[in-house]
């Protein structure tokens, strides 16, 4: 056997041991990769669809004084939250799902004699919602014009628009994925590295003829294939539930490879600083938790205050969310996410500085 492959067989050994190690770390084991399946089961089956407000779309053709009138009439409503722009705007949102209905008010409209009726947009996607934001409009329309002597009495013409129909499980499955991510680097490293510093083993092995590099390149290989193994279960559940995936799984590995490499070395970083396992959990969940909830792995961050949106969307769990959605959901591909993956990137940077700086072998 030559050079190269005695450094392959220490290097599998080393990995298979790496395998072992964390397989056998209950903790590790149950907060990254049971905890986020079992996240993602209950919030599948409790299925969080339809908000408390409607997505709505204003078109304001006419810009007459009445129509304004009907536009700030219809925005007081606290079941819309609305949307003003042109029309082929408003179709583009029908149509990606960001929207779930959308008014048109047509040029001339409102100057009295006969009144064309006006039309709504109304995304298939979102059938409930849509058929009760048509069924308001048509009250305040209709109350609009029973108050003005120049206004005939007119409807609202509901017609349907092709649209995705993306569902809470949707957007669920790419968070529960880039919290997976987080999870697994965190806590396998942290708490499976702070063992073994503690009982002596890494200085142990630091003093054998056995490479550092193989030992802690083994130990990254295996948490990136494991990793894996736990994003496909995740989407194997998630398509069950429904999941619809628009992009391709090639862009999709490359964030979570990406995603892996940040939160690893964020890992490294806990495990070199911390002594025992009393010190590494705190550190790791007070890394992970405002990620968790904040990053918007569960919810939208859209219902955050505008300061808060804006501090957590330099998180490096929101820059992985935001790319696995754009890539699930919307079809992207790695061109058009250049600003999430330049954000990963920094992080990348940061956090591997971070590791080198942190980690000790004992």
Known sequence: MGPFGIRLGVFWALFVASVRMFVRNRAAVFFSLFLPLIIMLIFGVLNFEGGTTIQLGLVDDADTEMSRSLVSAIAEVESFEVTTGDSDEMQADLKSGDLEIALVIPAGWGHGGDVQPLTAFAASGARQDAQVGALILNSIVFRFAAGSIDLPAVMVVVKQVAARDLGYIDFLVPGI????????????????FVQLKRTGALRRLFATPTSPVYFLGAQVASR????????AILFGVGIWFGLQMFGDYASLAVIVLLGSVIFLAVGFAIAGWAKNEDQAAPVANLVSLPMMFLSGVFFPRDAMPDFLASVTGYMPLTYVNEALRAIVNDGAGLASLGPQLLGMGVWAVITFVLAVRLFRWE
Do not use: R
Not at 177 to 182: I, K, L, S
Not at 184 to 190: D, K
Not at 225 to 231: D, N
């Open 177 to 192: 994925v880039g919290m997976t991510v987080m999870q697994l680097g965190l806590f396998s490293v942290a708490f499976g």
């Open 224 to 231: 990136l294939i494991i990793a894996s193994f736990q994003v």
